[in-house]
């Protein structure tokens, strides 16, 4: 683990394509972090395999990266050994509803205290270029020459629709309000849904910078837009046209499963003392 630090360094130079997307959400994260004033020993981020994946390299601070699809599962485990980390989800949209599609139901369901940020280039990219699960239909990609025949998911709608309590959508070529989102989904109480998303110069040819400008509108623009309204939340999240609103769809204040959980009331797991606990009859089971 990563200690002492709080200045979110570059560590390396990051090696993306020149004018990918995750160039811009790099800039928010260590913005939303100093914003935040979270030093770099009390973050996590667990990433997901792909081209987002590598974010980690680039930014100075904790982090874990498991099997491709399963980060949420892995932030969940890490939030309930120890709730006072601030745990980000690092997630592609193959990772995360592909591969790990059942993951995000459930963790919906637990509302455990998490920023998931979902990398959505609607590409599996690392591996060049197949259509993912937020491709667009009739799109043509690696693994649909004929143009794609599925219908896209829309992780925004899935979360409001089961249960999620905080749903948002921004542009990784609008840093200044992806860095206000992940601000405000850090300080949601609960799983926090922020879907980014961001051309793919190099396998997605449709889903240009230039076609997110075109058509993106801000929900903070509307005057009477209150995000406490699920079925009106529900309703925008949906829309994808000629228009495609950004911001905060839906927000909605519900206790986490680490306040619930009775074990967690003492504090952290992890600074608790092991003294008293027969380890070494456990460990017996194992050799
Ligand atoms: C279980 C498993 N299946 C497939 C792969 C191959 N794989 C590695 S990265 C990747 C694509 C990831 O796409 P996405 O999550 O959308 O991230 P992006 O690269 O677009 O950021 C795939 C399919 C793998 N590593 N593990």
């Known amino acids: 683990m990563t200690d002492n630090l709080s200045n979110h360094n570059i560590l390396h130079k990051p090696n993306w394509c020149p004018g ?29 395999i792909g081209c987002h994946g590598h974010m980690v390299n680039f930014i100075e601070t904790n982090h874990f990266e498991g099997l491709h699809g399963r980060p949420l599962a892995v932030a969940q485990g890490a939030k309930l050994a120890n709730h006072d980390l601030n745990v980000f989800v690092i997630s592609g949209d193959g990772d995360f509803l592909g591969e790990g599609g059942n993951h995000f139901l459930h963790a919906l369901r637990r509302n455990i205290n998490l920023t998931c940020l979902l990398f959505n280039n609607q590409r599996y990219s690392l591996t060049t270029g197949q259509a993912s699960p937020t491709t667009e239909k009739g799109d043509k990609t690696k693994t649909s020459p004929q143009g794609l025949i599925e219908e896209p998911l829309n992780p925004v709608a899935l979360a409001i629709a089961n249960g999620g ?66 079925l009106e939340a529900y309703e925008r999240a949906l829309e994808w046209g000629d228009k495609i609103p950004i911001g905060v769809f839906y927000r909605k204040e519900k206790q986490t499963y680490e306040n619930a959980l009775l074990t967690l009331t003492e504090g952290p797991l992890v600074s608790r003392p092991l003294g008293g606990i027969d380890l070494e009859g456990v460990l017996k089971e194992y050799r």
């Open 165 to 230: 309590t905080f749903a948002a959508r921004s542009f990784s070529g609008d840093i200044l309000h992806l860095t206000d989102i992940i601000i405000k989904a850090h300080q949601h109480e609960g799983l926090a849904i922020v879907d980014i998303l961001q051309p793919c110069i190099s396998f997605n040819k449709l889903n240009t910078v230039e076609y997110f400008r075109k058509r993106l509108y801000k929900l903070e623009e509307i005057s009477n837009y209150q995000a406490d309204n699920r």
């Open 20 to 48: 990918c997307g995750n160039f811009g959400i790099l800039s928010a994260l260590k913005k939303a972090f100093e914003k935040l004033s979270l030093p770099s020993h009390k973050i996590l981020l667990v990433e997901g």
